[in-house]
């Protein structure tokens, strides 16, 4: 039941005559690339396919996911064989916005230093689809594709050595893990429908959950994003493949702590499911016998009210409670920044202020639809400037206040 993660750190990325690895560098076949795709989906009317690199002077808005490519060269079962992984490259998905809810990511400048993806070697894909596709359609044609097009470049490096391994086992406590605090992981997932969806085991998660699973299945892409929710706090598929919550959590476990399990719970937009999954939630992790729990959270607002009553029910199951949340305080940090609170939250990590606005400066290169971009959650009509600069709050950024913690913020003591 061992899980290995095979690494090949990518070093760059360029356009050839064949799709392959080779020198730590990724060529990709752009025409055979683009065929790939449209003839596994006839959804798809047109592709453009991009590079984006550190430090260029370069701008990709209506940014739908973010994808490390991954393949399975061994075993068949979650959570067990190998899984060979491209390191400092992503696949990004981007297009026309169905709502208002997508974000940018810079490759320079101080918006690049709000999100990973600016760090990261991105091959992006800008996807039309073909005209009066129903919104659901139109979301898991872009979904679809990138999983695809990730597939497809980690493909071109299957024989290559890998650079890193880790071998990943299931969970067990050792002879000292009995004086250790147990604690459970509380992974709140969006769920609430209206294109706020995310998938488990390859299946909309917007029923089924709560679940309790094994830790080191989580590494095995079971979790990925198919939200259209606001770009700062916004879950890529990215995020959970390399949620630096759990992989903390699974590496302090039998040294300072003892993990027993994680709970994947939902984030129901009624009172009544949110009362029901919350409860469920805390019954999950009694059987578990947690003594402490870590929670983090995906959106904001609605999901405040969840993440409230989760912590209210463990903390009055004697289970003492520590949760991540960004806040939306206003521009300056003076208005009430959750939805929703309970005074047994008193162990509190933010992750950022959304509402925080950054000037970002004009780009040589745009790719997206450049006509959205005042519809971007966190931009406003006048947001683009005459100069090509655009002024903006964190909330329009891709990870900019990730409430996994795999940002780039960090608090100063004054």
Known sequence: MALTLSRILINEVVFGEKTEVRNHILFIEQQKLRDFLQLADDR???INIALARPQESCRIICVKDVIEPRIKIKGDKPGEGE?????????VTCGKIVGFQEGIIDMSGPGAA???FGQTLNVVLEIEVVPHLEPHLHEEVMRQAGHRAAAFLAEAAK????DHSETLLPITPNDASAQLPRVVYVYMLL??????????????????????LPPHLLFDEVVTSGNCVSACDKNTTFHHQNNPLLAELFRRHNHDLNLVGVIL???PVRLAGKQASAIK???????????????????????????????RGLEQAGIKTAALTDEYAGPDGASQSLADSTPEADAMVSTGNAN???????????????????????AYPQSLKEDGSLEIELQGLIGATNQLGLQKLRAVER
Request: without cysteine; proline residues 5%; aromatic residues 4%.
């Open 44 to 46: 798809i009317a047109a």
């Open 83 to 91: 899984i060979q992984i491209l390191s400092n490259v992503t696949l």
């Open 114 to 116: 709000h999100s990973p």
């Open 159 to 162: 024989g290559v050595a890998a």
């Open 191 to 212: 769920t609430q429908g209206l294109l706020h969806d995310t998938y488990v085991f390859g299946k909309n998660a917007n029923s089924g959950l709560p679940i309790a």
């Open 265 to 267: 719970t939902d984030e």
């Open 281 to 311: 939630a805390v019954e999950l992790a009694q059987s578990l016998g947690a003594q402490a729990a870590v929670i983090s959270k995906e959106g904001f607002g609605n999901p405040d009210a969840d993440q409230m009553m989760l912590i």
């Open 356 to 378: 925080a606005r950054i000037t970002l400066p004009a780009m040589a290169r745009t790719i997206g639809p450049i006509q959205d971009l005042s519809k971007l959650a966190g």
